[in-house]
């Protein structure tokens, strides 16, 4: 009896380490949904992604002892030079791919913070290696590169006002 509780036990875990290799988790990153007031409707920055031009909020990988709205204000300041106050409460998420420079795509879910935008400075980490746009909300939604991310901003529309 235990040696066929053991071969049990043995043949689960090989199974959960097998499909492992097929099977992997969602990454993820974080994301700074910068907005500030505009004419009609709140304006949304978009930056470009630096292999591929793609139109994206700023973002990047959790950074470890950090909380997440802090990660959002840090990739905001770092991509696009943006100062501004990050709601320590996530707005909502949404499902991406992380391109990586080998060709490889890794699925990811970005959570996504409000900022309210302060002041852009000129001179940023990233300067020089990406593009940045404000547009008023519904723009950004069409012209962002990430159909989950145009998605995303038509559906919190209201909690940019």
Same mark, same amino acid.
């Given at each position: 009896?235990?040696?066929?509780?053991?071969?049990?036990?043995?043949?689960?875990?090989?199974?959960?380490?097998?499909?492992? +290799?097929?099977?992997?988790?969602?990454?993820?990153?974080?994301?700074?949904?910068?907005?500030?007031?505009? %004419?009609? %409707?709140?304006?949304?920055?978009?930056?470009?992604?630096?292999?591929?031009?793609?139109?994206?909020?700023?973002?990047?990988?959790?950074?470890?002892?950090?909380?997440? =709205?802090?990660?959002?204000?840090? %990739?905001? &300041?770092? %991509?696009?030079?943006?100062?501004?106050?990050?709601?320590?409460?996530?707005?909502?998420?949404?499902?991406? =791919?992380?391109?990586?420079?080998?060709?490889? @795509?890794? @699925?990811?879910?970005?959570?996504?913070?409000?900022?309210?935008?302060?002041?852009? +400075?000129?001179? =940023?980490?990233?300067?020089?290696? &990406?593009?940045?746009?404000?547009?008023?909300?519904?723009?950004?939604?069409?012209?962002?590169?990430?159909?989950?991310?145009?998605?995303?901003?038509?559906?919190?529309?209201?909690?940019?006002?």
């Amino acid at each position: 009896m235990a040696m066929a509780s053991a071969i049990k036990a043995f043949d689960a875990s090989w199974l959960r380490e097998f499909a492992g +290799l097929f099977i992997k988790p969602a990454r993820l990153q974080i994301a700074a949904l910068c907005f500030r007031p505009g %004419e009609d %409707e709140p304006e949304v920055l978009l930056v470009s992604s630096r292999d591929t031009g793609r139109w994206i909020l700023p973002k990047g990988w959790p950074e470890k002892g950090q909380p997440a =709205f802090e990660t959002a204000l840090t %990739e905001a &300041r770092e %991509e696009a030079g943006v100062l501004g106050t990050a709601t320590p409460k996530a707005l909502g998420s949404f499902r991406s =791919f992380k391109g990586l420079s080998s060709g490889l @795509r890794l @699925r990811t879910n970005v959570l996504v913070f409000k900022v309210r935008f302060d002041e852009q +400075l000129q001179e =940023f980490k990233e300067a020089g290696q &990406r593009k940045c746009v404000w547009l008023p909300l519904s723009q950004a939604a069409a012209m962002a590169d990430e159909p989950a991310l145009g998605r995303f901003l038509l559906r919190y529309r209201s909690d940019l006002i």
